[in-house]
């Protein structure tokens, strides 16, 4: 579901070619979110064969291949908003790092100590890269703002970065 949310919602701002939907993806995202470049094109198809969003040009440079751009039709944006309320309705919680966590007693205590370290280190150097993001963003109220998820990144990252500082007390290493 993260997928047609994320293409169709790209597609709300403008018509784009695939390449250019990963592209904003990574730029709107970075590495927060796991986007594959084949799932997007999986997604585009999808989209195309449910009639959520149609081919409106093709543009052709020398030596590349065609692209071909998109533009979300109505029913697409009545997909999109479907989506996005299931997804808000959704009880789930969950990040990536649960999993990893959900096996950490397994390792041994040389093993956590060295995960927190490292895991603390790319914390703090996200946090300090979404922050330069956000102060960019300040007073950018457009419909292609990032502001609201570096916000909301940027809070994650703040209390994951407090956690692994309360629990870097409790690793002891003999």
Known sequence: MK???????????????????????VEKLEDYVDIKFGSIYYAIKKALKNGWVKRVDTKKDSGNPERYIYEILPVGKKQYKKLLKQFFEQNLIHFNIDIVLMFLNS????QKKEFVED???LISEKLESIKVKIDGEQGNQSETS???VLTYIKNHLSAELEWLNSIKSTLTVT
């Open 3 to 25: 997928i047609e949310i994320t293409i169709l919602g790209l597609l709300m701002e403008s018509n784009l070619y695939g390449y250019e939907i990963k592209k904003k993806i």
């Open 107 to 110: 390792m041994s205590p040389e």
């Open 119 to 121: 895991r603390h280190q």
């Open 146 to 148: 990032n502001y609201f």
